[in-house]
């Protein structure tokens, strides 16, 4: 087997465990939203307001965080006042769904609505894995240049919602909303845009919002639109309960 159809054995392998986990999540009334982002997005920082949010209207959520070392995410997520584990990724620049089956196994309190799964910060890798999510959301700080849907145009263009971080320093960074806007929709039209500020609590609302609305009337699921370009072998999957 050459070395290309390795990978996509893999990518296949991935996605039927996932397929398999959004249906036995769906069973239990559990959405998943994937959070993917690039390092310093802020992503963190704004999972956590929409945590509390969360918990301040009586919500049931919780939160899987994902990184490479350390669980100072998983620390700060906490303070929200929602359950959160953190998944230790050893290395690996993504997960995978066998990895978010294997945490949620024994933890995943019963009562859940929404889970949050936090990706490891990177637009490449973790853009071809399917988590089994429900909604997949992409964000982007004003900081990070109005070009970056053209250059990974898989993560933006599998994704059912863009959010745009950090708006308090658009001016600041010189961003320019509308060329960001268009790019986005070349590489998928029509998605929907939400601005949001952590420091202001801007978007925090349609954040949750869009999350408990994904449940009722779930997007099309989008499978990736690009291979990944490393091999991982994955394992077998652990049993949710």
């Known amino acids: 087997m050459c070395r290309s159809d390795v990978k996509q054995a893999v990518l296949a392998k991935n996605d039927d465990l996932a397929a398999d986990l959004r249906g036995d999540l769906a069973r239990q009334g559990v959405t998943m939203v994937n959070l993917l982002s690039s390092p310093g997005s802020g992503k963190t920082e704004l999972l956590g307001r929409v945590l509390a949010r969360a918990v301040e209207r009586h919500v049931p959520v919780a939160a899987l965080t994902a990184d490479l070392a350390t669980e100072n995410d998983a620390v700060r997520l906490a303070r929200s006042g929602a359950p959160v584990q953190q998944l230790l ?4 620049c993504h997960l995978e769904a066998r990895q978010v089956r294997a ?4 933890w995943l309190p019963p009562e ?5 799964v936090e990706n490891v910060g990177n637009l490449v890798c973790p ?3 399917d988590l089994g999510e429900t909604l997949r959301i ?3 700080a ?4 109005e070009d970056k849907p053209l250059k990974y145009p898989t993560a933006f263009g599998s994704a059912h919602l863009v959010v745009v971080t950090k708006t308090d320093l658009a001016e600041a960074a010189g961003f320019d909303e509308d060329t960001f806007r268009a790019n986005v929709h070349r590489v998928n039209p029509g998605v929907e845009i939400v601005q949001s500020c952590a420091r202001t609590g801007a978007g925090v609302g349609a954040l949750l919002d869009h999350a408990l609305a994904a449940r009722d009337t779930a997007p099309p699921h989008r499978p990736p639109l690009a291979p990944h370009p490393h091999g991982h072998q994955p394992t077998a999957p652990a049993p949710l309960a």
């Open 112 to 116: 859940t609505a929404v889970l949050f």
């Open 103 to 106: 945490r949620l196994a024994g």
């Open 138 to 140: 992409v964000l982007m």
């Open 142 to 145: 004003v900081t990070e240049g």
């Open 89 to 92: 990724t050893d290395g690996l």
């Open 127 to 129: 853009a071809s894995y």
